[in-house]
């Protein structure tokens, strides 16, 4: 099992996650809790969209939505079982 984190300061919904990722994992929704609103704005500015990983659980760990991410918004980490 893997742990895909977006860090929404850095989304800057460019969407190259979700045409690098193989099994569809992300989506484009609007961010949930975040109360920064120099980051709110900032999300605003780019659409109101960031990376979702709506399907964490289809994640295969390849690796392909970090290194394709122009900001290194993506952090993929293995969950312990
Ligand atoms: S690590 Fe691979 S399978 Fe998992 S979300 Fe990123 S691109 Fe998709």
């Known amino acids: 099992m ?3 984190q977006v860090d929404p300061a850095r989304c800057e919904n460019k969407r190259d996650c979700l ?3 193989p099994a569809n ?4 929704a609007r961010p949930q809790g975040v109360r920064n609103p120099l980051i709110q704005l900032k999300v605003r500015f780019h659409g109101g969209l960031v990376a979702v990983p709506v399907r964490e659980a289809d994640c295969v760990g390849c690796n392909k939505c970090m290194e394709a991410c122009p900001k290194g918004a993506i952090k993929v980490t293995v969950l312990e079982s």
Do not use: K, S, T, W
């Not at 994992?25 to 484009?28: A, G, R, S």
């Open 2 to 4: 893997f742990r895909v």
């Open 19 to 21: 045409e690098a990722c």
């Open 25 to 28: 994992v992300l989506e484009m």
